[in-house]
């Protein structure tokens, strides 16, 4: 019954058209379906991608996707408007007018009264089908397409509003967003896993050289890196503005192909001026993890649902038990003495002075029953110079934040204020000459202050359930890889 209801509806729409019908601007279907109530007979234009095609002997029907939102919209039409460019995949501009739909499970249906296909698809040699659910290891070979499909434009959506929620999180806590370098001169981390930045062009440092009147090695007269944390040039800020933070790029040269590293990722570090205690900085990074949550939560239901259904089934829960419970603390040795209790389940045995393993995270945060735990005061060898030394000459006031699945996804400590103890550090480990500016942050108005740092990425992994950490970033480099 609902057919022949839209087919004389479809012959009544189209005996009506008239030459002088005006189509406003091209609107996007998450317009469309979210008019309360839907503005039905508007005339209207649309643009997007074919998701399926049904071809009858009397109507042609069209699923239309713009990346908007997850859903589609459904297109009805003549026979007499498709050709052999229209297929799945092409990118069509349809026109017509918007109304109520015989078919359940829609509210609204486009009646085209014109369809022009803008960029057709060969759809046998496109390497995504029509209804069918590809893996994200197969996605992940078509870097360039892989936002065609569902999941992953799914996850660009959900990227972007928990950029936004992130940005809002420390914009209401009043801090200042600071855009530290991504070309350093520093290691703030300490480990040597930089890329250098040079010139490709050698004649550049030549004609460098010839109109400084000596000769140049480098571009900047120093050794150059791609950026591994801001941290260090949002201390400077801090200084000043007491309350700042960073979200952007870093880079890591690591060897490592694991499911949690990069070698490009992304960074949000913040920096709290007049802190005392590591439980200040910690408080700050709870209400970080719970508040953007619940705000991705309530703006995008439907990508998020399409993760939790076919991607990580019973994700949901692992979400809402983060959001809902007090996150544990303990102290480094503490983690160290519970991990020895079960040492005959590792691979790596579990040492005083020796850094967690990600089998020792996931063991941790499975003993606290599978709650986010702080790790606090780990041992001064295993963190940066710039951690503030506890006093019993072995510990600095360091942390580390582990979230179920992921393991590690926050850093932080209470920086080192005091101007003879940094001092002595740096000596000792044979900066100081390359940290002078650091040290002139505690010679004029040093005060006591905290920080930390959390990879954007590993965020998206914590609350999708996403297991591989290339799957959450558009462009994913790594060792080998560098497409587009």
Same mark, same amino acid.
């Given at each position: 019954m609902w057919f022949w209801r839209l087919k004389t509806s479809?012959?009544?729409?189209?005996?009506?058209?008239?030459?002088?019908?005006?189509?406003?601007?091209?609107?996007r279907i998450w317009e469309i379906i979210s008019s309360k109530p839907p503005e039905n007979g508007v005339p209207l234009k649309l643009q997007g991608w074919v998701r399926s095609i049904r071809s009858q002997k009397e109507v042609l029907f069209l699923h239309l996707n713009d990346g908007s939102c997850l859903a589609n919209l459904q297109v009805v039409g003549t026979p007499d408007m498709g050709n052999s460019d229209l297929s799945f995949g092409s990118a069509v501009h349809v026109e017509g007018r918007l109304l109520p739909s015989a078919h359940p499970g829609q509210e609204v249906e486009l009646h085209a009264d014109r369809l022009e296909v803008i960029g057709p698809c060969n759809a046998k040699e496109f390497p995504f089908k029509a209804k069918k659910r590809h893996t994200m290891e197969y996605s992940r070979q078509f870097p360039h397409l892989r936002a065609r499909t569902n999941s992953f434009a799914a996850l660009l959506r959900i990227r972007s509003q928990a950029t936004n929620a992130i940005h809002k999180f420390f914009q209401d806590q009043g801090y200042v967003e600071v855009h530290t370098p991504v070309i350093s001169s520093n290691d703030c981390e300490g480990a040597g896993e930089l890329f250098q930045v040079e010139p490709a062009n050698s004649t550049v440092l030549k004609e460098i050289s010839e109109d400084s009147g000596k000769e140049t090695k480098h571009f900047f007269d120093v050794p150059a890196?791609?950026?591994?944390?801001?941290?260090?040039? !949002?201390?400077?800020?801090?200084?000043? !503005?007491?309350?700042?933070?960073?979200f952007g790029p870093t880079f890591r040269a690591e060897k490592s192909l694991g499911r949690r590293h990069l070698s490009e990722f992304y960074m949000v570090e913040a920096e709290l001026a007049f802190t005392q205690t590591q439980?200040?900085?910690?408080?700050?990074?709870?209400?970080?993890?719970?508040?953007?949550?619940?705000?991705? !939560?309530?703006?995008?239901?439907?990508?998020?649902?399409?993760?939790?259904?076919?991607?990580?089934?019973?994700?949901?829960?692992?979400?809402?038990?983060?959001?809902?419970?007090?996150f544990i603390r303990m102290t480094y040795a503490e983690a160290i003495d519970i991990l020895?209790?079960?040492?005959?389940?590792?691979?790596?045995?579990?040492?005083?002075?020796?850094?967690?393993?990600?089998?020792?995270?996931?063991?941790?945060?499975?003993?606290?029953?599978?709650?986010?735990?702080?790790?606090?005061?780990?041992?001064?060898?295993?963190k940066p110079f710039y951690a503030r030394d506890n006093g019993d000459d072995k510990t600095v006031a360091a942390f580390d934040l582990l979230v179920p699945e992921v393991g590690e996804?926050?850093?932080?400590?209470?920086?080192?204020?005091?101007?003879?103890?940094?001092?002595?550090?740096?000596d000792r480990l044979g900066l100081s000459s390359s940290y002078q500016w650091y040290l002139d942050l505690r010679r004029y108005g040093s005060v006591p202050h905290g920080g930390f740092g959390m990879g954007?990425?590993?965020?998206?992994?914590?609350?999708?359930?996403?297991?591989h950490i290339r799957d959450v970033i558009p462009f994913p480099r790594f060792p080998h890889s560098c497409k587009m």
């Open positions: 479809l012959s009544a729409s189209f005996r009506h058209i008239r030459k002088c019908t005006t189509y406003t601007k091209a609107r890196f791609l950026t591994v944390s801001g941290q260090l040039q !949002l201390e400077v800020m801090a200084s000043a !503005l007491s309350r700042v933070y960073v439980e200040d900085v910690m408080e700050v990074i709870e209400m970080m993890v719970k508040q953007p949550t619940e705000q991705i !939560l309530a703006s995008c239901p439907d990508d998020l649902h399409l993760f939790y259904k076919f991607v990580s089934p019973g994700h949901r829960e692992v979400v809402e038990k983060i959001l809902t419970s007090k020895k209790n079960h040492s005959e389940n590792f691979k790596f045995r579990p040492e005083w002075g020796h850094d967690l393993q990600k089998e020792h995270e996931r063991h941790l945060v499975r003993h606290c029953g599978s709650v986010p735990v702080f790790v606090t005061d780990f041992p001064r060898d295993l996804l926050f850093g932080g400590s209470l920086r080192e204020e005091r101007l003879e103890t940094l001092q002595d550090r740096l954007f990425e590993r965020y998206l992994q914590c609350i999708l359930g996403v297991p």
